[in-house]
Structures are given as structure tokens and as C-alpha cells.
């Protein structure tokens, strides 16, 4: 897995807008994509264009046959990425994944099967695993300086207009609240809580679409740590994270890029900032933590079991709401 004294080689499958700030991530590197790829040639060539990408495949699958491509960062719909996912492990890359990284814990696991079989790395670009404010905050609490973490409050809601062909609420492009934004509420509740939740108890409402467009969430694990989350794709919420602990809590809002975060005494009521990393630089955060991985062959900072608990919860919650995509394994 090694490969410490090589330049890597980036190629991007997808070419939306998350794309465009990847791009714009590898040039804070100091690189540019080696290569991209879209179900549009157009796209494809337009993107190349704008950040002087030199290698464009007309077809997607000539990407994966590219024996110069290393990673290959995929931001194409959720529906996508299993088949695509399946092809780059085949082919010997190393894939950083669009959140959600899979549509269920079926084809996550098939995943991390086929790359530790052929010594590969994947992650899932979530921000959450990656900020520099979350390494700051794990440290203040593994202090114990704010006592165990008790409870968290965590919400996500945007306002979505009720366009039942956008790929927020179509269910033949994997259409969701829990896919889409509720992915980040999670892995916030996942990141904080000293192990995986073992109960977990909602809600939910469709969408006019049968999406899940609207969930309200209680978990909790052996330790008795608690957590609610709220979550909707047609009603605005302030994206507001509650870190409850005995002595103290944090507040982190706007928490899937933070950068920043306020601790409250709990007897005095005293509040202070803490602020480390830069909201601007969450992608060149992730690029960097999974370049690190690939060549040091430590894939800790990638949380990638933390994904998968993540991915559990997700796949157990619409299995009970009797939601399935046509694409699922």
C-alpha cells in the first residue's frame, strides 16, 4: 500500500459542483487533476478547460483502464457510485467517495472486502472526519477537562422547492434525506460518541416522491451516551451541533465545514472560542488526509469504520421505513 516516494495522480469521475472544489482543492496542493470523466464527454471537456486537466476520456470506462491514474475521486450521484466504485477497486485505484459513500451497508462491506483484497485505500470524503476544529475538540475531551460526553443535539434542515425530479427528492437517483444531508448529522453524532449507537428509535415523513424528505432520530450506546437528530429537505434548520458533558458543552454551528466552536462552563456559564483549520480548506483538508493514507499506508485519519457505523444506522433506519432504491444489492 505503500507509496511514499511517488507523485500521485488524481483523476475526477463526475463533474458537479462538489467536483469543482476538489479541483480547487489538488491546486492548493500545488497539483492539478491528472484526468476527468463524466457521463457528459461536454462536461468533461468544459471542466478540463477551466483547470488545465490534459488526459478527458470519452468513455468513463477508459478511466479505470488508465494505468497512470492512482485515485480516483468520485462525485457522481449516490446511485452511481457502487458500480463505479466496484470498477476503480477492480482496476487497482484507490478511490475517495462522495458522501454517502453507498447506498446501503451491503455494498459498503462488499467494498472494504474487495480493497483490503487488493490493498487498496477508500474513504468517504466526509468533511466531519477531516476538520481541524473536530481534532482540537476530540483532544479538549479526551482531557476529560468537560467531564463525559452525556448527550448531543444535532439539526440539519435546507429548503429544497418541491421539485420532484431533483435528484433531493427522486428516488431513481437515490433521493433523501438521510443520503443526502442526514449522512452529515450522523457522522457528527458518530464522531463524538465513544462507540457506535446500538438503539436507535424515528420518524419520518416521504416526500411527494416517496422520499424520505423529513426524520427525527434517537440513539444511544452501551455507555448511555444520547443523541437527537432532526432533519429535513423542505423546511430551513441552522446546521447546529450540541456536545452536552458533564462539566461543559460545545456548540458548533454550520458544523459540516466548522472551523470554529464555543465551550460553555456549566457552573459559571463562561463561554470561549476555539478555532483551528479554515472552512475554505474542507476539501483540501480530505485530499490531504487521504494522499497521507496512500502513501504512508495509515489509513486512521480516513474514519472509515466510523462511515460504516454511519452507514448501518442509515441502512437499519430505511430498511424499518421500507425505503430501497432499484439499483440496491
Known amino acids: 500500500m505503500s507509496e511514499i516516494n511517488r507523485e ?28 476527468v470523466a463524466n457521463r457528459t464527454y461536454e462536461k468533461a471537456v468544459s471542466f478540463a478547460e477551466k483547470y488545465g486537466v490534459k488526459t478527458v476520456y470519452e468513455n468513463v470506462d477508459d478511466l479505470f483502464a488508465d494505468e497512470n491514474v492512482d485515485i480516483i475521486y468520485i462525485s457522481t450521484p449516490h446511485n452511481k457510485h457502487y458500480p463505479y466504485m466496484k470498477k476503480a477497486l477492480e482496476s487497482g485505484k484507490h478511490i475517495l467517495v462522495e458522501k454517502a459513500i453507498t447506498l446501503n451497508s451491503d455494498e459498503l462491506d ?7 483484497s487488493k490493498n487498496l485505500v477508500i474513504a468517504e470524503a466526509m468533511t466531519i472526519w477531516h476538520m481541524p476544529i473536530y481534532k482540537k475538540i476530540r ?38 434525506v438521510l443520503l443526502d444531508i442526514g449522512v452529515y448529522a450522523l457522522s457528527m453524532v458518530r464522531n463524538f460518541m465513544s462507540e457506535a449507537p446500538d438503539r436507535v428509535l424515528s420518524q419520518w415523513r416521504p416526500s411527494p416522491a416517496g422520499s424520505d424528505e423529513q426524520a427525527s432520530i434517537i440513539l444511544m450506546n452501551k455507555q448511555d451516551q444520547m443523541a437527537s437528530v432532526a432533519l429535513s429537505l423542505h423546511s430551513k434548520q441552522p446546521k447546529r451541533a450540541i456536545i452536552s458533558c ?21 457552573e459559571t456559564g463562561e463561554k470561549r472560542e476555539i478555532t483551528e483549520g479554515t472552512t475554505e480548506d474542507a476539501l483540501y483538508y480530505e485530499l490531504c488526509d487521504m494522499e497521507q493514507a496512500v502513501k504512508s499506508g495509515d489509513t486512521t485519519s480516513l474514519q472509515l469504520s466510523n462511515s460504516k457505523d454511519v452507514m448501518d444506522i442509515m441502512t437499519a433506519l430505511r430498511k424499518e421505513w421500507g425505503l430501497k432504491y432499484q439499483e440496491e444489492i
Open 139 to 176: 483532544g479538549i475531551l479526551e482531557s476529560g477537562e468537560l467531564g463525559k460526553v452525556q448527550i448531543m443535539t444535532v439539526n440539519f434542515g435546507s429548503y429544497k422547492p418541491y421539485d420532484m425530479s431533483n435528484r433531493f427528492f427522486n428516488m431513481e437517483l437515490a433521493g433523501g
Open 8 to 35: 500521485l495522480n488524481w483523476a475526477i469521475l463526475g463533474t458537479g459542483a462538489i467536483a469543482h472544489e476538489m479541483a480547487e482543492g489538488l491546486k492548493k496542493m500545488g497539483k492539478v487533476p491528472y484526468a
Open 110 to 116: 462488499a467494498m472494504i472486502k474487495l480493497a483490503e
Open 246 to 266: 458533564e462539566k461543559g458543552y460545545i456548540e458548533v454551528m454550520d458544523y459540516p465545514r466548522a472551523d470554529k466552536a464555543v465551550i460553555v462552563d456549566a
